[in-house]
């Protein structure tokens, strides 16, 4: 075993103790209520930061979340790596369906359950490791750059981008928040779906009416919401939408069986879309309705409800353009609504996909540094889901190599409830990472 796979083992108990104590902070940057948590969550990283050995640690915000910036400057000669992560996390959901709470952080079988375990703090905790597996004192220099506002579509990072452009000036780029193979297969992500979102909503009347005394002469809101939703999708679940970019994803073998396996699809309930899964999950469009604001049940009587709205979420192919996309849909909104309802469509975030040629040696570095941290070498994938802030950070760096990485698996269901963190999968992903830092000094 090389001396530094030996270094990430002493230091990973350390590490897993300071993610424990960063899951303990409800760092969820979408509810108002918990952007002092946020705060807390900010200073924390940046105290362990100093710890670990980085001698200018900052936090800074340019009106969003407050990011941490560390750096530890390079040695002559030597290129620059970023290290990127995001310490805001998603809301908890519905706490009763948690085993054990989300933000007490559980060991069960090998994996560590809690919010915020896998996505993203434990990119932190890699980072951390692969840092104190140097001794703080890695042969290139290293700056973290940990964000507060992933989850919610990074709005201020173009801000932060700008504000702080020589402090995040680097040549390569590690973005650790994304998915693995499996727990023993790495992967390398290629690719990221990027992400379009709009509220759309019809208007009927301008108050309820008794349903017995109108229904069947003049329609409701959510009738007609419904059937306006029901029109983004043909019969067999492909998109019905006009003008979306469909690109071409990597020839991998992922079965039907293990879509069932990895989703929970219900016995009985069928795969929508056409193609192959890679191609569906990767590579083109898709739409979902996440959100929907009308009567609830509990308050429900028999009127005809005058107005009702949707948060309709649509991802992006690489290689398609995000505003363009969320125009597409607009228009389709605008065209599909029955019955002359009033129709409005607020658009919402947009996020651009990406797409990287992993050529070269930076990426050769990179697949070398897997094969021997998992003893397997990493699968070419792409993604289903978006990190916009990639295509930002490839725009003001053109010159950087950008590797997505990441310590997620198939089991880890992120943004979903019992979220975990396998902690092989964190040892092996710290291990990768520090001997890429090794590699990339030369
Ligand atoms: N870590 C994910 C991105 C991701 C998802 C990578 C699936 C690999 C597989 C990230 O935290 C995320 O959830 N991004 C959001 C972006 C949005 C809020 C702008 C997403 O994909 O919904
Ligand atoms: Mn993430
Ligand atoms: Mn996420």
Same mark, same amino acid.
């Given at each position: 075993?090389?001396?530094?796979?030996?270094?990430?083992?002493?230091?990973?108990?350390? *590490?897993?103790?300071?993610?424990?104590?960063?899951?303990?902070?409800?760092?969820?940057?979408?509810?108002?209520?918990?952007?002092?948590?946020?705060?807390?969550?900010?200073?924390?990283?940046?105290?362990?930061?100093?710890?670990?050995?980085?001698?200018?640690?900052?936090?800074?915000?340019? #009106?969003?979340?407050?990011?941490?910036?560390?750096?530890?400057? @390079?040695?002559? &000669?030597?290129?620059?790596?970023?290290?990127?992560?995001? !310490?805001?996390?998603?809301?908890? &959901?519905?706490?009763?369906?948690?085993?054990?709470?989300?933000?007490?952080?559980?060991?069960?079988?090998?994996?560590?359950?809690?919010?915020?375990?896998?996505?993203?703090?434990?990119?932190?905790?890699? !980072?951390?490791?692969?840092?104190?597996?140097?001794?703080?004192?890695?042969?290139? &220099?290293?700056?973290?750059?940990?964000?507060?506002?992933?989850?919610?579509?990074?709005?201020?990072?173009?801000?932060?981008?700008?504000?702080?452009?020589?402090?995040?000036?680097?040549?390569?780029? *590690?973005?650790?928040?994304?998915?693995?193979?499996?727990?023993?297969?790495?992967?390398?992500?290629?690719?990221?779906?990027?992400? @379009?979102?709009?509220?759309?909503?019809?208007?009927?009347?301008?108050?309820?009416?008794?349903?017995?005394?109108? &229904?069947?002469?003049?329609?409701? @809101?959510?009738?007609?919401?419904?059937?306006?939703?029901?029109?983004?999708?043909?019969?067999?679940?492909?998109?019905?939408?006009?003008?979306?970019?469909?690109?071409?994803?990597? =020839?991998?073998?992922?079965?039907?069986?293990?879509?069932?396996?990895?989703?929970?699809?219900?016995?009985?309930?069928?795969?929508?879309?056409?193609?192959?899964?890679?191609?569906?999950?990767?590579?083109?469009?898709?739409?979902?309705?996440? #959100?929907?604001?009308?009567?609830?049940?509990?308050?429900?009587?028999?009127?005809?409800?005058?107005?009702?709205? @949707?948060?309709?979420?649509?991802?992006?192919?690489?290689?398609?353009?995000?505003?363009?996309?969320?125009?597409?849909?607009?228009?389709?909104?605008?065209?599909?609504?029955?019955?002359?309802?009033?129709?409005?469509?607020?658009?919402? =975030?947009?996020?651009?996909?990406?797409?990287?040629?992993?050529?070269?040696?930076?990426?050769?570095?990179?697949?070398?540094?897997?094969?021997?941290?998992?003893? !397997?070498?990493?699968? =070419?994938?792409?993604?289903?889901?978006?990190?916009?802030?990639?295509?930002?950070?490839?725009?003001?760096?053109?010159?950087?190599?950008?590797?997505?990485?990441?310590?997620? =698996?198939?089991?880890?269901?992120?943004?979903?409830?019992?979220?975990?963190?396998?902690? #092989?999968?964190?040892?092996?992903?710290?291990?990768?990472?520090?001997?890429?830092?090794?590699?990339?000094?030369?």
């Amino acid at each position: 075993m090389s001396d530094l796979v030996a270094r990430v083992r002493d230091v990973l108990p350390s *590490v897993r103790a300071d993610l424990e104590a960063l899951v303990r902070i409800e760092s969820v940057w979408a509810d108002p209520a918990r952007r002092p948590e946020v705060q807390r969550s900010a200073e924390a990283v940046s105290k362990l930061l100093s710890q670990a050995g980085f001698d200018d640690v900052r936090i800074v915000a340019e #009106g969003g979340a407050p990011a941490v910036i560390a750096r530890h400057p @390079a040695p002559p &000669g030597a290129p620059t790596v970023l290290l990127y992560a995001h !310490h805001d996390v998603q809301p908890e &959901g519905d706490r009763s369906q948690w085993v054990s709470s989300p933000f007490e952080p559980t060991e069960r079988d090998g994996r560590l359950y809690g919010r915020g375990t896998a996505d993203d703090k434990a990119g932190i905790a890699t !980072h951390l490791a692969a840092f104190r597996a140097h001794d703080g004192a890695p042969p290139v &220099g290293v700056t973290v750059f940990v964000e507060g506002e992933e989850e919610s579509g990074s709005p201020s990072l173009s801000r932060l981008l700008s504000a702080h452009r020589d402090l995040l000036a680097a040549d390569v780029i *590690v973005i650790a928040d994304s998915d693995n193979w499996s727990t023993d297969i790495p992967s390398l992500t290629v690719s990221l779906r990027g992400l @379009a979102d709009c509220v759309v909503e019809v208007a009927t009347l301008d108050h309820g009416l008794h349903s017995g005394m109108w &229904g069947g002469v003049v329609p409701d @809101a959510l009738t007609v919401l419904v059937r306006l939703l029901a029109s983004l999708h043909n019969d067999d679940g492909t998109v019905a939408v006009a003008g979306l970019h469909e690109a071409t994803a990597s =020839d991998v073998d992922y079965t039907p069986e293990r879509v069932r396996a990895d989703t929970g699809l219900l016995d009985g309930v069928s795969e929508i879309g056409s193609g192959s899964v890679a191609q569906r999950l990767w590579a083109k469009p898709a739409i979902t309705v996440i #959100g929907i604001d009308a009567t609830p049940i509990a308050q429900s009587s028999n009127t005809l409800i005058p107005k009702a709205r @949707a948060k309709v979420s649509m991802r992006v192919a690489p290689g398609g353009d995000a505003a363009e996309h969320l125009a597409a849909l607009t228009r389709h909104l605008e065209r599909h609504v029955p019955w002359g309802a009033r129709v409005t469509v607020t658009p919402g =975030d947009v996020g651009q996909p990406y797409a990287i040629d992993a050529t070269g040696p930076v990426y050769d570095a990179a697949r070398q540094a897997f094969a021997e941290a998992w003893g !397997h070498a990493a699968v =070419d994938t792409g993604v289903g889901g978006s990190i916009p802030f990639i295509a930002e950070f490839a725009a003001a760096f053109p010159e950087a190599k950008i590797l997505v990485t990441g310590v997620e =698996d198939p089991d880890t269901q992120a943004h979903s409830i019992n979220e975990s963190l396998h902690l #092989g999968v964190l040892e092996r992903a710290a291990t990768a990472e520090a001997l890429l830092l090794r590699s990339l000094g030369g």
